[in-house]
């Protein structure tokens, strides 16, 4: 019964090595948590507002996790600008939130990660 069932994946998702940095220097409840985010991400249309959401004002996304801190890893979505229409994002970089002014430094790194990767 299964086989009539497509289960390949809505989104591809591409992490840079700025961003895999990040998830390695974090503790097992919050990788935990991101492979979990990442499967959504992967396989459903719609992805919950508060695991990602679009930054004012800016090209990213933010995918949002909650442990004992509040981290949050920039999105690049590549084929469409909606997250929910893409069929393939960038998890560019992440960091530790801790007030407002944290989204601009990592706005500008992942700006200028994404002109590395001359995307």
Do not use: W
């Not at 679009?54 to 600008?81: A, D, P, V």
């Amino acid at each position: 019964m299964l086989d009539e069932y497509d289960f390949s994946a809505m989104r591809e998702v591409v992490k840079t090595d700025e961003c895999n940095l990040f998830i390695k220097s974090q503790d097992e409840r919050f990788k935990k948590k991101f492979e979990f985010y990442i499967e959504i991400i992967e396989t459903k249309k719609i992805i919950p507002s508060n695991i990602v959401k679009q930054i004012k004002n800016s090209k990213f996304y933010e995918l949002r996790i909650k442990t004992n801190n509040e981290y949050r890893i920039l999105i690049f979505t590549i084929g469409h600008n909606n997250i929910q229409e893409s069929e393939s994002i960038i998890l560019v970089n992440g960091f530790i939130k801790k007030g407002k002014k944290d989204y601009k430094k990592a706005i500008e790194q992942a700006e200028n990660i994404l002109f590395d990767y001359d995307i």
